[in-house]
Nanobody, 120 residues
Framework: QALLVESGGGLVQAGGSLRLSCAVA????????MGWYRQAPGKQRDLVAS???????NYADSLKGRFTISKDFAKNTVDLQMNSLKPEDTAVYYC??????????????WGQGTQVTVSS
């Protein structure tokens, strides 16, 4: 069983919207920080947005205003609402959970990723 499972990816026309969800097998509050990252072909895996245990959100500068990260406690998911999508948003989107415990005892978990493709 995977600890983090992403869903909601797919094919969408430029200007459209998608909502990604990260289902977590344990309480989402187990993690100090949860986030969404993305990796386009030939590119590094970069932060899209993150959210802390207390709900403080952080966004990549270029994405702020279009993307919104949130926690859904009823569903125990971390969601990413993506609006005004552009072809350059095309990437595999990954869910991450990080639990700070100091040095090598910290935990850093990744989902398998979900493909988002934005057509022009």
């Amino acid at each position: 069983q995977a600890l983090l499972v992403e869903s909601g990816g797919g094919l969408v026309q430029a200007g459209g919207s998608l909502r990604l969800s990260c289902a977590v097998a344990i309480s989402i509050q187990f993690f100090d920080t949860m986030g969404w990252y993305r990796q386009a072909p030939g590119k590094q895996r970069d932060l899209v947005a993150s959210i802390t245990r207390d709900g403080s959100a952080n966004y990549a500068d270029s994405l702020k205003g279009r993307f919104t990260i949130s926690k859904d406690f009823a569903k125990n998911t971390v969601d990413l609402q993506m609006n005004s999508l552009k072809p350059e948003d095309t990437a595999v989107y990954y869910c991450n959970g990080f639990r700070q415990r100091g040095g090598a005892k910290s935990s850093d978990y990744w989902g398998q990723g979900t493909q988002v493709t934005v057509s022009s």
